[in-house]
């Protein structure tokens, strides 16, 4: 498979710029566990303040982990899931 990760640039009110970007797998596996950890920081952060909004987030958490597994090799580790 063909996936890239990529470095942008994000200026305020403005189109981000992309600044590089790189096909190392191993480097692809880190991003994608530092996305699945961040969703699961989120869920869990919305859990203390509003547990409608923390159900609809474990729910992109969940779909975030599940596009991210189908695309990695099987032997890539991910995050336990967070409940």
């Known amino acids: 498979m063909n996936f890239r990760v990529a470095i942008l ?3 305020n009110g403005r189109r981000p710029l992309r600044l590089v970007e790189l096909q190392d797998q191993k480097l692809l596996a880190s991003v994608a566990r530092a996305a699945i950890r961040e969703a699961d920081l989120r869920v869990a952060e919305l859990d203390r303040h509003d ?5 609809m987030e474990r729910e992109e958490s969940a779909r975030i982990r599940r596009v991210l597994e189908a695309l990695l090799p ?3 580790a991910l ?3 967070l409940m």
């Not at 547990?51 to 159900?55: D, E, F, G, R, S």
Request: glycine residues 0%; proline residues 21%; hydrophobic residues 50%.
């Open 9 to 11: 640039y994000a200026p």
């Open 51 to 55: 547990a409608v909004l923390a159900i």
């Open 74 to 76: 099987r032997d890539t």
């Open 79 to 81: 995050p336990p899931v």
